[in-house]
C-alpha cells in the first residue's frame, strides 16, 4: 500500500444480489490489503422505478445518484458500479478511481422453452430493458415482440419463470458472476449484439479530492480493461450520452493495438444501423479516448444522431426523472 497505513473503508451499494456481489468482491480484494471495509446498502430511485422504461424517467444514473450522495457526504468513502450502468460524466469533486479486470461482456439469451434466437417462434415476447439490446434485436428478428423488462437480474429471471416472456435478454456478466451461468441458453456474439459501452466491467467512484485512497485503489486496476473501457466510453460521450440512443460500444485490445466497434440505431427502429469500426495503437487513457472520439465521428458521418450535439461537444445530460 505504498507505505501508507491501511485506509477504513465504507462501500455505498445498491441492495440487489448482483450488486452485493460486486461490492463484496471489492471488498474482500481491499481486505486481502488490510483494509477494514464495510458496506453501505442503499436503496435507489432506479430500484424504486419499475414500471416505465430507464429512457422515460432518467436513465441509468438513477441507479447511483443516492450512492454518490453518500461519497460527497463522507458516510461512505467508495461506490462500486457496473461501468455500463455509470453515466460518462461523473459530477464535479467526483472520480473514477480504479478499473478492474472485465468479465464477459457479452448478452445472454435466457428462456425456458427455446434453445437460442433462432428458435423463437414468429411473434415471440422477448424481455430487455435496454434500448440497444431492443434495437439490435429488432435488426435480427423483426418479428419478435420486444417488450420492457424491469427489476433486478433476480426479479427479470422470476418474471420469466411466470411464463410473462418466451426469453430475455441479460449481460452474461452478471449470470456468471451470480452462478447462474447455467440459465444461458445461448450467448450473442458481438458481430451479432454488440455489447454495451463498459459491460461486464466493474468501476470504482470515490471523491476527486481523496488521494490517498486513489493511491490504495490503484493496484487494483486492470490497465487493458481500463484502456478498452475508456474507449467505450468516449463514444457514447461523444453521441451524448446512453439515456435514450441505443448505442453499442465494444473494443478489443490486441498487444498495443485496440479495435473498437460501435453501432447506432433509432429507437423505433425507422431508420437502418450505422456502424463504425477504427483501430489504433493504444497505451494511455487520451489514446483510448481519442479513438472513441474518432469512432463517434464516423458513426455522425455515417447519418448517426445521439441525443446530444456532434463530438467534440458538450454532452446534453440526461432529463431529470
Given amino acids: 500500500m505504498s507505505g501508507t497505513h491501511p485506509i477504513p473503508l465504507v462501500i455505498a451499494t445498491r441492495e440487489s444480489r448482483l450488486a452485493l456481489w460486486q461490492a463484496r468482491h471489492v471488498q474482500a480484494l481491499l481486505q486481502a ?25 432518467g436513465g441509468k444514473g438513477l441507479f447511483i445518484k443516492e450512492l454518490e450522495a ?27 478511481a480504479c478499473v478492474l479486470e472485465r468479465e464477459d461482456p457479452r448478452d445472454a439469451l435466457v428462456s425456458a422453452r427455446y434453445a437460442g434466437l433462432d428458435a423463437l417462434p414468429r411473434g415471440a415476447r422477448v424481455g430487455t430493458s435496454s434500448l440497444r439490446r431492443q434495437v439490435l434485436l429488432q435488426a435480427l428478428r423483426p418479428d419478435l415482440r420486444i417488450e420492457v423488462l424491469r427489476g433486478n ?18 449481460a452474461a456478466a452478471g449470470l456468471k458472476r451470480l452462478g447462474l451461468e447455467a440459465r444461458i441458453c445461448a ?3 458481438p458481430a451479432a449484439m454488440l455489447p454495451a459501452a463498459g459491460q461486464g466491467a466493474l468501476g ?28 467505450e466510453r468516449a463514444v457514447s460521450r461523444a453521441m451524448g450520452g446512453s439515456c435514450s440512443t441505443p448505442l453499442a460500444a465494444h473494443g478489443v ?15 423505433e427502429g425507422r431508420a437502418p444501423l450505422v456502424r463504425a469500426q477504427s483501430s489504433a495503437p493504444v497505451a494511455t487513457l487520451a489514446q483510448a479516448e481519442a479513438l472513441g472520439s ?11 444522431r445521439g441525443s446530444g450535439p456532434a463530438p ?5 445530460p440526461c432529463p431529470p426523472g
Avoid at 453518500?70 to 460518462?88: C, E, N, T, Y
Avoid at 490517498?212 to 474507449?231: G, K, N, R, Y
Avoid at 474518432?294 to 448517426?304: E, F, K, M
Avoid at 467534440?312 to 446534453?316: I, L, V
Fill in 153 to 170: 437480474l433476480d426479479t427479470r429471471l422470476r418474471k420469466l419463470d411466470e411464463g410473462r416472456y418466451d426469453a430475455i435478454v441479460l
Fill in 70 to 96: 453518500a461519497l460527497v457526504q463522507g458516510r461512505a468513502q467508495i461506490a462500486v458500479h457496473s461501468l455500463k450502468d455509470l453515466p460518462m460524466d461523473l459530477p464535479a469533486g467526483l472520480s473514477l
Fill in 204 to 231: 470504482i467512484e470515490v471523491r476527486s479530492d481523496r488521494a490517498d485512497l486513489i493511491a490504495a485503489l490503484a493496484p487494483l486496476a486492470h490497465q487493458p480493461t481500463w484502456l478498452t473501457v475508456a474507449a
Fill in 187 to 189: 450467448l450473442f456474439e
Fill in 253 to 267: 485490445l490486441t498487444g498495443a493495438v485496440l479495435r473498437l466497434d460501435a453501432v447506432w440505431g433509432e429507437p
Fill in 312 to 316: 467534440d461537444g458538450a454532452p446534453t
Fill in 33 to 57: 490489503r488490510g483494509h477494514g471495509v464495510q458496506l453501505l446498502g442503499m436503496t435507489t430511485r432506479g430500484d424504486q422505478i419499475l414500471d416505465r422504461s430507464l429512457a422515460k424517467v
Fill in 294 to 304: 474518432a469512432v463517434a465521428r464516423r458513426l455522425h458521418a455515417g447519418g448517426a
